[in-house]
């Protein structure tokens, strides 16, 4: 069986005796490329990679993968912030334990979450990051009366937008970095920034964009961040206390009231099927998911969501 693994910096097709994973076993359909996979791959990780997982169960029903699980036993888990378990947190998918890149994967059932009705299996692997910036966004009290700016144009920001949008907000904007990164934006109905935002998503992970973020947003705002530091932060104090900010590091997707953001961001998807259209850019099959990641690696090349498919 393929699977597909970091080694020696490179993502490697390599030959795999048994599923990885741990539970049902998943017959998988498409894998989408995050940039964390390609981070991953770059500090030399060698897990089999891959987090954002549509598979199909042995009576043939589609399912997504959320790729976070919990204990079920702590008190986060009970209060379904699962996002936060202490004791299995450590098996983010493809991140800190094997991912489901490969043609057959395992996942415990209670991870799975079902298609809606319009939601293709071919662009259902868009639910693991849209779940990611829902999450953001709704931490951050995106709703009706909000202006809502997400700096940071990848697939991330991009579901950020639309999640906005779905939210409620009353204008979002997105400030990108890539000519291609605006034109998807235009086509998911964003506007172009201006004056100051009482919300403002940073989905680069840079500190150049934490530092745009300041300055768009309004005194009292709040600064959800989506996009992963892997440097210690450098955000000025000063900046944020003449303003009074309140800073959200956002982290995962989980239950909140009662519904699982998974859930909520596939039905997102489902109702928009523009969203998928815009961001997939290009698909690879798994035999080619070498040269999948190159391509993902490359977002001045026109790369938005890169997706594997397997047949």
């Not at 906005?164 to 172009?192: C, D, F, K, W």
């Amino acid at each position: 069986m393929k699977a597909l693994r970091g080694r020696a910096g490179r993502a490697v097709l390599v030959d795999v005796d048994e599923p990885p994973g741990e539970g049902e076993l998943l017959a998988m359909r498409a894998i989408g490329i995050c940039g964390s996979d390609v981070i991953a791959i770059a500090q030399g990780r060698e897990w089999i990679l891959g987090h954002e997982l549509v598979g199909v169960r042995s009576d043939g029903t589609p399912v997504v993968v959320e790729a976070l699980y919990g204990c079920h036993a702590c008190e986060c888990c009970r209060q379904g912030r699962y996002n936060l378990c202490r004791r299995d947190g450590n098996k983010a998918l493809g991140v800190l334990s094997d991912g489901g890149m490969a043609e057959q994967f395992r996942a415990p059932a209670s991870s799975f979450v079902d298609l809606p009705p319009g939601l293709d299996v071919a662009n259902a692997s868009l639910v693991e990051p849209a779940a990611v910036s829902w999450h953001g966004v709704r931490v951050a009290g995106t709703g009706p009366n909000t202006r809502v700016l997400v700096i940071g144009g990848g697939s991330v920001g991009l579901l950020a937008v639309a999640a906005a949008q779905t939210q409620g907000a009353a204008e979002v904007s997105l400030q990108a970095r890539h000519p291609h990164q605006r034109e998807a934006g235009e086509r998911l109905g964003a506007t172009e920034p201006h004056g100051l935002y009482e919300i403002v998503i940073e989905a680069a992970g840079s500190a150049s964009a934490l530092r745009d973020a300041l300055d768009r947003l309004a005194p009292g705002g709040v600064l959800s961040v989506l996009g992963v530091q892997y440097v210690p932060l450098d955000v000025p104090y000063t900046d944020l206390m003449v303003k009074e900010v309140r800073l959200i590091a956002s982290m995962g997707y989980c239950t909140h009231g009662g519904v699982r953001e998974m859930a909520q961001a596939a039905d997102m998807l489902a109702a928009r099927p523009e969203i998928p259209e815009t961001l997939v850019t290009h698909r690879f099959p798994l035999a080619d998911a070498e040269h999948a990641f190159r391509v993902a690696g490359d977002r001045k090349a026109g790369a938005i969501k890169v997706v594997v498919e397997v047949p």
